[in-house]
C-alpha cells in the first residue's frame, strides 16, 4: 500500500494511491482510520511531504562503500545525529543554497517511517513499529559540518531533508536499490544489501536512546558518491518500489536585517 499527503484546493488530507487514483482516509493515519468513499485524480492534487515528523534522526557512514570514501573506518556501532522538523521538504520543492555555505552536497538515503510509539524497542519487534518507507535526501553543508566539527548546523537548514513521493507499507528491505541522480547523470547507486547496520538495528538503537513517535523519520544512512550541487540544478533520489523524489536547486540569498 502506498501513502500520500496531498493538498486538494484548501483540504490538507492522507490517502491511498493507486494507479492514478487518490482515495482520502477518513481518521488518523497513525490511528484508527478508514477509506473514505470519493476519489480525486493524483493529476488533480499537489503531493506534500508524506509525513510531518517531530524529529529526524540521521545515521552516519552506514555504507561500507561510504566510510572509505571519507577515510574512515566502518564504525563498530550505529553513529546517529539529528535534523529537525523544519528541514523537511516535498517533492518539486526547492532545496536552497545557504549563504553561509559554499558546498552543498546531496546525499540519497531510504527513509523510515515510523508508525507507532516506542521506547526499547527489540530488533525482532521493529516490524510492529514501523508504518513504512519513503526516499529522502540527507543535504548537507560539507565545508559547515568540518568546520563546527558537528552535523547539526551543516545537516539543519531549512529545505534540508527533502521527502517523498509516498510511504511504501512494504519493501524488501534485503536488497533495495537506492539511486541518485543530478541533471539526468547517476551519481549514486547501491542496494540496502550493503547497509552496514539494517533498518531493524537501527530503529533498536534510536528507540534506546530516544522515544520514537509516529511520524518520526529515520534516515538510514547514504552511500558513496555523494557531492556538490548547484543553483539550477535537477536532484533526483530513487529508491525500488518506492518512487522517484526530485527537486530543484535555488540560491537562497542573504536575509537583510530587520531594525
Not at 470519493?38 to 524529529?55: E, F, M, N, T
Not at 552496514?196 to 534516515?219: R, Y
Not at 535537477?234 to 518500489?241: K, Q
Request: charged fraction near 20%; proline fraction near 7%.
Amino acid at each position: 500500500m502506498r501513502f500520500v499527503r496531498y493538498r486538494f484546493d484548501d483540504l490538507i488530507g492522507y490517502g491511498v494511491l493507486e494507479d492514478d487514483i487518490v482515495q482520502p482516509l477518513i481518521g488518523d493515519l497513525f490511528g484508527s482510520y478508514t477509506r473514505g468513499q470519493g476519489q480525486i485524480r493524483a493529476s488533480d492534487v499537489s503531493l506534500l511531504a508524506p509525513c510531518v515528523p517531530s524529529k529526524i534522526l540521521s545515521f552516519t557512514q552506514n555504507f561500507a562503500d561510504r566510510a572509505r570514501e571519507a577515510g574512515m573506518a566502518a564504525p563498530p556501532f550505529p553513529l546517529l545525529s539529528l535534523k529537525p522538523p523544519s528541514a523537511v521538504a516535498g517533492l518539486f520543492d526547492a532545496i536552497r543554497l545557504p549563504p553561509q555555505s559554499t558546498r552543498v552536497d546531496y546525499g540519497a538515503e531510504l527513509a523510515v517511517v515510523i508508525g507507532r510509539r516506542g521506547r526499547w524497542i527489540a530488533v525482532e519487534d521493529v516490524s510492529q513499529y514501523v508504518l513504512g518507507y519513503t526516499c529522502a535526501n540527507n543535504i548537507i553543508a560539507r565545508d559547515l559540518v568540518e568546520l563546527d566539527g558537528s552535523w547539526i548546523r551543516g545537516g539543519g537548514f531549512d529545505t534540508f531533508c527533502p521527502l517523498g513521493p509516498t510511504i511504501q507499507t512494504h519493501l524488501a528491505l534485503a536488497d533495495t536499490l537506492v539511486q541518485c541522480r543530478v541533471n539526468g547523470q547517476t551519481r549514486q547507486m547501491t542496494s540496502t544489501h550493503d547497509l552496514l547496520f539494517g533498518v531493524p538495528q537501527l530503529i533498536a538503537f534510536a528507540s534506546s536512546v530516544m522515544t520514537l513517535e509516529p511520524g518520526d523519520v529515520v534516515l538510514t544512512g547514504t552511500p558513496a558518491g555523494a557531492g556538490p550541487l548547484a543553483a539550477g540544478d535537477v536532484v533526483e533520489v530513487e529508491i525500488e518500489g518506492v518512487g522517484v523524489l526530485r527537486n530543484t536547486v535555488a540560491a537562497e540569498p542573504q536575509a537583510r536585517s530587520r531594525g
